[in-house]
């Protein structure tokens, strides 16, 4: 079992910064690539990042270029770096990882993000 809460979502003016945390916790050993993804409402979840164990990232277009993900091993934490926010970056920022050797998928409760214009 693997449990992810995150943090540090909050309101920000466009053109602003926020940093999101996911620490993990149990059995952390069992993860492999970190992921966040996000909702909008009325919208279906969607990929933003990747980071895999050995730190190799990937991004979705939308975001390529704003947004930084990156991980601390040593503490579980993923980390997501948001620069240059708009206001179709509002949603509900969710980390996700899936074990490899289960095909488990854990998902963290969310945390807001709100972009005003």
């Known amino acids: 079992q693997v449990q992810l809460v995150e943090s540090g979502g909050g309101l920000v003016q466009t053109g602003g910064s926020l940093r999101l945390s996911c620490a993990a916790s149990g059995s952390v050993y069992s993860i492999s690539a970190m992921n966040w993804y996000r909702q909008a409402p009325g919208k279906q979840r969607e990929w933003v990042a990747t980071i895999t164990s050995g730190r190799s990232t990937t991004y979705a277009d939308s975001v390529k270029g704003r947004f930084t993900i990156s991980r601390d091993n040593a503490k579980s934490t993923v980390y997501l770096q948001m620069n240059s926010l708009k206001p179709e970056d509002t949603a509900v920022y969710y980390c996700?990882?899936?074990?490899?050797?289960?095909?488990?998928?854990?998902w963290g409760q969310g945390t807001q993000v709100t972009v005003s214009s």
């Open positions: 996700g990882v899936v074990v490899p050797s289960t095909a488990s998928v854990y």
